[in-house]
Nanobody
């Protein structure tokens, strides 16, 4: 299993970013996928998840600002983030439940 996340960077408060995660080594379309994040000094936390059928769920902090989606043909998971806040600063991880984690991509929200 390989999960290659990208798309992080430095953005000002109120800005947007789109994270991508290219998956390989397993049957992507049959698996629930998720984005987690870990802020400095904090535990990792779930941000959003999407089932194989496209059902999504979000944490309260992500609801209304973030959108998780998937492209099963391209085996890619996405996280569109809008109206970013400094509290969103974290390393974001693409995750396949079963304890498969990508390497993470840094998101920094700062003016």
């Amino acid at each position: 299993v390989q999960l290659q996340a990208s798309g992080g960077g430095l953005v000002q408060p109120g800005g947007s970013l789109r994270l991508s995660c290219k998956a390989s080594g397993f049957n992507f379309r049959l698996n629930t996928m998720a984005w987690y994040r870990q802020a400095p000094g904090k535990q990792r936390e779930l941000v959003a998840a999407i089932t194989s059928g496209g059902t999504t769920n979000y944490t309260n902090s992500a609801q209304g600002r973030f959108t998780i989606s998937r492209d099963n043909i391209r085996r890619t998971l996405f996280l569109q983030m809008t109206n970013l806040e400094p509290e969103d600063t974290a390393v974001y991880y693409c995750v396949r439940p079963g304890n498969y984690w990508g390497q993470g991509t840094q998101v920094t929200v700062s003016s």
